[in-house]
């Protein structure tokens, strides 16, 4: 039967056999399309280029832009292309650069399509689509690529992370900082593991308090601190009527604003009222936006977003009048669709820099000002003001006046939040501020940040980078030792001995082996924990310090590690293994290609631990980043001789003693005789070793190692 069917697909959530990022991995049976390569099949390579046009960037193997579509020509199979398809429905969904790979199994007509996961149901999603699209061009049957697209792109922009909180994992990332989503939809997220972390809600952060959160909520509350402090606001006063409203705006002296004290994004907030009738018609508008209404001076000037993180001003945008131009035809509600509302960075995603613009109460007063209504004609050139704020438009950091940036960064220290989103109203703000007579009209916290990372016009700022900057200092990089421990056997004993050798340190250790999850002395969990969702509760937990983990060859193969990198990985022996059939793994190249893993992520500052009786680890050591440490229970193994040569580091038996060896210096740290397991089998003693290497590795000393093995239950 000519299909393209999924035995089965699994998310390997973390570094695997395939990258380090998290992929889909899909065996799929083409059964008779074994023999269709795309060549044997008429129309089928051009009707594929011909719904997905920009297949033509895919490089592929030649290395080259259309690559993959000479491929496509010369020939090659459903499942490659499924990979291709599905990569690029994902980067029309705004999810560009993915990472695949297509390889066959052991049976005939049976792949696996390694696709890259952002998000796991979008790319469940693609790959679905992706089999649908292949099967439609290879029949000859139409394909609504369109509708595909939309709906991944709906998924995306509910599902994956909004643009603020992936510019600060982004930031983080490139400061070698690891993260942890927290949430499933949301924008919750763990930098740096266990005792290390801090966590951002986008820009929101640990050290931002709830006080201040809730002062700033409070626009009365906030101006009152504000101006206790000399920081420039509106002089004004709450009302509750219509009446005293129009009492309140006279006290001030017209113009005033009129607005909800906890509003946000602009709704019921109106500006600029000159008559009474405007200012009643603005309190009964405001007063249902908000838990009381705030009739203040209203400031001359246009309104600017100073973005304060850790005190200091890093991004400024001003904001813009927004307005159409009559044509003589259509209606201002029709302007607004087609001259405002179809810019694309207008939009109601996280995305999106700007809101759609809706013809509400605000737009209305501001066109019955100049005598218009929202189905009125306006004849052909007339400029019509639909809206005074909530436009960031334009990057104005470089031109701050200096003063200025001072009192906006004042005002985030009165409010006490460490990041501060200042709405500041005045005509220019490369001049200071209260000469202007200009003021602060809001202090908001978990600022938005699209209108920094993508201004309009103007430069870009690297705001996710300073939020990174000011939870981690320069260097930090939020990360606790993290041990990973693969290998066919012996793995759980070396994490157990390893762990009562750190306790015994005055660490508090996180342990996720087939023993149990282990938070300090206590199990927290019974059952085999030795893999990811175990793994991931160490990293999640504030008070671990040291994170031990245990991941055999079907925890890699079935679910990928749980951590990015780790400071130590061990590979305690390569052994034939038949349990693995279900992940097509049959020999010891197989699993060596599984254990490599473990080495693939450790840290440029961290350590290998390798067997050196094994040459298979001996080969798997040049893909080490970081150092080399060997353990083996014969001393005269070759690859130990040829590395101590190089000044590396060993631990190995001599005469019935644990010896430790740098370069070719080398001292004794206890005789086997005196640890628990005086006739212990050469794999134990393996295990030990594997332990003591490690103990060295995390930089635990020779008196603390010793002690500890002679008191190990293990
Ligand atoms: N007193 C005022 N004078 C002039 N413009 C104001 C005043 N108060 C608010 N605005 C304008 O309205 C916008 C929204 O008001 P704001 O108080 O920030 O409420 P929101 O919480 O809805 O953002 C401000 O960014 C500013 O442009
Ligand atoms: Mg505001």
Not at 364 to 390: C, H, W, Y
Not at 479 to 492: A, C, D, E, M, N
Not at 567 to 575: A, E, M, P, S
């Amino acid at each position: 039967m000519k299909d393209i069917q999924f035995l089965e697909v699994r998310l390997l959530r973390g570094p695997s056999i395939w990258t380090y990022p998290p992929v889909l991995e899909a065996r799929v049976d083409i059964d008779e399309l074994e023999d269709f390569p795309s060549d044997k099949i008429p129309g089928y390579p051009e009707r594929l280029e011909k719904m997905l046009p920009t297949l033509i960037e895919h490089r592929c193997s030649y290395g080259e832009r259309g690559g993959f579509l000479r491929r496509l020509d010369e020939g090659t199979w459903p499942c490659h292309v499924l990979e291709h398809v599905a990569l690029e429905l994902m980067s029309l969904a705004g999810l560009p650069g993915g990472f695949g790979k297509t390889r066959e199994t052991s049976k005939r007509g049976v792949y696996k399509v390694v696709i890259s996961a952002w998000q796991e149901d979008v790319a469940r999603t693609a790959l679905e689509e992706a089999r649908e699209l292949v099967l439609a061009a290879m029949e000859g049957r139409a394909f609504d690529v369109d509708a595909t697209v939309e709906k991944l792109v709906d998924l995306v922009d509910s599902l994956c992370l909004g643009p603020s909180t992936s510019s600060i994992i982004d930031a983080a990332n490139d400061r070698g900082i690891p993260h942890i989503r927290l949430l499933e939809t949301g924008n919750l997220v763990q930098l740096g593991y266990g005792a290390k972390m801090r966590r951002i809600w986008t820009a929101e952060t640990d050290a931002t308090s709830a006080i201040a959160e809730g002062i700033s909520r409070d626009k009365d509350l906030a101006k009152t601190l504000l101006s206790a402090c000399g920081v420039p606001v509106p002089e004004g006063s709450l009302v509750s009527s219509a009446e005293e409203a129009w009492k309140a705006a006279q006290d001030i002296g017209l113009p005033v604003c009129v607005k909800p004290i906890d509003g946000n994004h602009g709704r019921g907030v109106f500006i600029d009222l000159h008559a009474r009738e405007e200012v009643e018609k603005a309190y009964s508008i405001a007063v249902k936006e908000g838990s009381g209404v705030l009739v203040e001076r209203s400031i001359p000037g246009t309104e600017h977003r100073l973005l304060v993180i850790d005190g200091k001003l890093v991004a400024a945008s001003r904001g813009d009048m927004v307005s159409v131009t009559g044509d003589g035809e259509r209606t201002i509600d029709e302007l607004i669709e087609t001259q405002i509302n179809s810019d694309p960075r207008r939009g109601t995603t996280e995305k999106h820099p700007l809101n759609r613009l809706r013809l509400d109460s605000a737009t209305r007063i501001e066109l019955s000002r100049q005598g218009l209504a929202p189905d009125s004609i306006p004849e052909t050139g007339r400029k019509v003001l639909i809206q005074r704020n909530a436009n960031h438009e334009f990057d104005v950091t470089d031109e701050v006046d200096p003063e200025n940036a001072a009192i906006a960064s004042l005002a985030a220290r009165v409010v006490g939040l460490d990041i501060a989103g200042i709405d500041v109203v005045v005509e220019d703000i490369s001049k200071p501020l209260v000469a202007q007579r200009g003021a602060i009209v809001e202090v908001n916290a978990g600022p938005g940040l699209l209108m920094h990372l993508k201004p309009r016009v103007g430069k870009p700022r690297p705001v996710g980078r300073a939020i990174v900057d000011h939870l981690f200092h320069a260097g930090e990089k939020g990360r606790i030792p993290v041990v990973g421990v693969s290998g066919s056997s012996g793995k759980t004993r070396v994490v157990r001995l390893l762990a009562h050798l750190l306790r015994l340190s005055g660490k508090h250790v996180g342990l996720a082996c087939s023993d149990g999850l282990f938070l300090g002395e206590r199990r927290v969990e019974a059952s085999d924990s030795a893999h990811w969702a175990s793994a991931r509760r160490i990293l999640m937990a504030p008070s671990v310090e040291v994170a031990l983990i245990e991941n055999g060859a079907a925890a890699i193969l079935g679910e990928g590690l749980a951590y990015d990198r780790c400071q130590v990985g061990i590979v305690t022996n390569i052994l034939p293994d038949d349990s693995l059939g279900a992940f097509d793994v049959h020999d010891l190249d197989q699993l060596y290609t599984t254990f490599r893993t473990q080495v693939d992520v450790v840290l440029a500052e961290g350590v290998s631990v390798l067997n050196a009786a094994d040459p298979r680890l001996v080969e798997m050591s040049a893909l080490s980043d970081g150092e080399v440490l060997y353990f083996c229970a014969d001393a005269d193994v070759p690859a130990l001789g040829a590395h101590r040569e190089k000044g590396g580091r060993c631990v190995f038996l001599r005469d019935g003693a644990i010896t430790l060896a740098e370069g070719l210096d080398e001292r004794e740290l206890a005789p086997l005789a005196e640890t628990p397991t005086p006739e212990a089998s050469e794999n134990d003693a393996e295990t030990l070793l594997a332990a003591v290497a490690a103990a060295w590795a995390l930089g635990l000393d020779d008196d603390l190692i010793r002690a500890g093995i002679a008191t190990s239950e293990d």
